[in-house]
């Protein structure tokens, strides 16, 4: 089984040492960074925006992987490219013209994600998989990190990895919300290429050794 990528969301960071979490970060085996912005309308929560990704962004030099937890994401794409985001994932749900939308963030010559919410069914993006260069899996309903993991993504990563070799396309599968130490090696069984983690990282007494335990899973 191939390793999975690692992606510590900082929604789970001290914000007072953010400086100090992003030495660790660099430090740690994880190779994404998992910024999470809520708007407060798509999502009952507020998180933070593009001032502090900017802040973010000089403390270190990993790929950032920005998850728009906003309504009307397509007036935010520039800034976001901006701030510093390396891949821009939107949610379908917030999502009119989502094949418009996918050609604005590659255009902005970033990375096009498509989250999809535990209700969403993975068949919305038979038309789009081409386009999409990571689809981020909902594990949790979004909004607030320390949730608990939602059993039904183990089979809905199942068929998406049977849309993505069915239509030959090179999309990452990322998971988001829940996941530990205890139900990633199944999720990366399942075809989970990207593992996002909040609290199992930041809660750990040792976050860089969690990250490496996540990566070395399989
Ligand atoms: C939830 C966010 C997640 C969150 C994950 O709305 O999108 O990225 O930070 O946190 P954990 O890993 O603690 O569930
Ligand atoms: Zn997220």
New binding site residues.
């Given amino acids: 089984m191939k390793s999975p990528i690692v992606a510590p969301?900082v929604?789970?960071a001290n914000f007072a040492h953010l400086a100090a979490d992003f030495a660790m970060l660099n430090e740690s085996a994880a190779e994404y960074i998992?910024v999470?912005v809520?708007d407060g309308v798509f999502?009952p929560n507020i998180s933070f925006g593009l001032p502090v990704i900017q802040a973010m962004r000089k403390l270190s030099a990993k790929t950032f992987d920005v998850?728009l937890?906003i309504v009307e994401p397509d007036k935010y794409i520039d800034a976001f490219r901006n701030a510093g985001a390396d891949i821009l994932t939107v949610h379908l749900e917030a999502s009119t013209h989502l094949h418009r939308t996918l050609q604005k963030i590659h255009a902005s010559e970033m990375k096009a994600g498509v989250a999809i919410n535990p209700h969403t069914s993975v068949q919305l993006l038979e038309d789009t998989i081409n386009d999409i260069d990571l689809v981020c899996v909902?594990s949790?309903n979004?909004?607030?990190?320390?949730?608990k993991f939602i059993e039904n993504t183990y089979d809905k990563v199942a068929r998406l990895k049977d849309l993505i070799l069915r239509k030959n396309a090179a999309t990452l599968i990322e998971i988001?919300?829940?996941?530990t130490l205890d139900n990633a090696a199944r999720l990366v069984q399942s075809g989970a290429d990207v593992l996002?983690?909040?609290?199992?990282v930041f809660n750990s007494p040792d976050p860089a050794a969690t990250i490496l335990q996540l990566k070395n899973i399989a």
């Fill in positions: 969301s929604l789970s998992h999470d809520m999502v998850h937890m909902m949790v979004p909004g607030f990190g320390g949730q988001d919300g829940g996941v996002v983690a909040g609290n199992t």
